[in-house]
């Protein structure tokens, strides 16, 4: 298979329409499970088609380091290459991770201030341009309305398509209206797309949920596969699993 059909037919055109090919942009979007998931795997997934489809993107880890995020993606950009029979797979990757760049916070550290002022240097210096940012491991439990809608400002200012992870926990039951689980319940408005990983069948196979989606809303309710083994997207969703 080559590049170009890799794109068209990743299983996240569902979340982008045809003609966007993943710069549908500025837009908050939120990946939502609970620990062990797949909630980082979907990110990189989400950033690996953003590249693959000629996008630069900013991948901000808080409280994972470096060495670990190259693994993820490194790890399933082969099995991506290796289900869909990618040709000269070494060489792509060299290409789309040109276009990468990885950020890494303490826990303690981040906020929107030093990430704009981070990009801002980049930009202005003009050393990289994103056009997607993925942001793994915020404290929605710790952080307030107010960080998030200035990081929303944000995506609006800089035209980029931000996609958040979230941690939910089991014995949390507190959802919005539209079915979003805490600890985000309060602040779904804020965001454009919300998917959640839900484990189905004793937790053999986990289901990923398009909670809501206002840039596509034929989107909104559909699911796909999620491979527990790889953490792969599937497609189409098995209702007997």
Known sequence: MLHKDLVEKNPLRVLYPA?????????????????????????????????????????????????????????????????????NTTEIMTEIYRNRLIMTFNESSFSRPKLEERLNDLVYQNIFRPNCLVIDGFDFAAADREILADIQELATVMDLNIWFSATSHRDDQRVSAAGIPAPCHEVDDLFDTVIVLQPKTDEKCIALNIIKDATKPESTGKSLNLDPATLMLKEPYDETC
């Not at 590249?51 to 670990?68: A, E, P, R, Y």
Request: proline share 1%.
């Open 19 to 87: 003609d966007t090919e993943g710069t549908a942009a500025p837009r908050m979007g939120l990946v939502m499970a609970r620990a062990g998931l797949g909630k980082t795997a979907i990110l990189v997934q989400i950033a690996l088609d953003s590249l693959l489809s000629g996008n630069q993107v900013l991948h901000v880890s808080i409280g994972q380091t470096l060495d670990k995020i190259r693994t993820w993606y490194d790890d399933i950009f082969k099995d991506i290459a290796e289900e869909f029979k990618l040709e």
